[in-house]
T-cell receptor, first 114, second 114 residues
Framework: DTEVTQTPKHLVMGMTNKKSLKCEQHMGHRAMYWYKQKAKKPPELMFVYSYEKLSINESVPSRFSPECPNSSLLNLHLHALQPEDSALYLC?????????????FGQGTRLTVV | AQSVTQLDSHVSVSEGTPVLLRCNYSSSYSPSLFWYVQHPNKGLQLLLKYTSAATLVKGINGFEAEFKKSETSFHLTKPSAHMSDAAEYFCVVSRSNTGNQFYFGTGTSLTVIP
């Protein structure tokens, strides 16, 4: 199984809503990532978890709150988002944060904030 | 500082003709280099990777790339373009001195003309 599964695939939320994005992998990878991608742009790193601990937070606003309940799951909790937060949110995993291996990406969640 | 530069934001080729997508990297350390492809509204799929083994790397779907240290390049090629190759392509560098974080190029959009 070399899949990273993201749910939901699409999400529309109001600026006062609370929602969560979910990411799951069963490859035994110990590094997991959240990226934000705007149209026609490369992915931008948001958070890195290594062995279930947050190792990198790229100065992301607090309305985005990551959580890594176990080594297979990664969540991104959303609250009070702005329309400019509308984007494709990608989850990725790697064997380990310090290993020079490829990352496996999920299909993404297309988020629209209205 | 930019770690990887994709020299063309857009490339257009006719079906059946060769594809060349250019990527240059800047690194004082031995990098690992990757090419990913992204079809519209999809996640990123690994095409191929260079991790200090053979300098000519073969990937999926007939793509290959050659690591040239003297030119600091890792250009992606394919002998004959297919309509299904139309997508966004990202060159990515991972360096051991940065905890092996991924640095994305700005992307090249490939159009294949029938």
């Amino acid at each position: 199984d070399t899949e990273v599964t993201q749910t939901p695939k699409h999400l529309v939320m109001g600026m006062t809503n609370k929602k969560s994005l979910k990411c799951e992998q069963h490859m035994g990878h110990r590094a997991m990532y959240w990226y934000k991608q705007k149209a026609k742009k490369p992915p931008e790193l948001m958070f890195v978890y290594s062995y279930e601990k947050l190792s990198i937070n790229e100065s992301v606003p607090s309305r985005f709150s990551p959580e890594c309940p176990n080594s297979s799951l990664l969540n991104l909790h959303l609250h009070a988002l702005q329309p400019e937060d509308s984007a494709l949110y990608l989850c990725a995993s790697r064997k380990g944060e310090v290993e020079n291996t490829e990352a496996f990406f999920g299909q993404g969640t297309r988020l629209t904030v209205v | 500082a930019q770690s990887v530069t994709q020299l063309d934001s857009h490339v257009s080729v006719s079906e059946g003709t060769p594809v060349l997508l250019r990527c240059n990297y800047s690194s004082s350390y031995s990098p690992s280099l990757f090419w990913y492809v992204q079809h519209p509204n999809k996640g990123l799929q690994l095409l191929l990777k260079y991790t200090s083994a053979a300098t000519l790397v073969k990937g999926i779907n007939g793509f290959e790339a050659e690591f040239k240290k003297s030119e600091t390049s890792f250009h992606l090629t394919k002998p004959s373009a297919h309509m299904s190759d139309a997508a966004e392509y990202f060159c990515v560098v991972s360096r051991s001195n940065t905890g092996n974080q991924f640095y994305f190029g700005t992307g090249t959009s490939l159009t294949v003309i029938p």
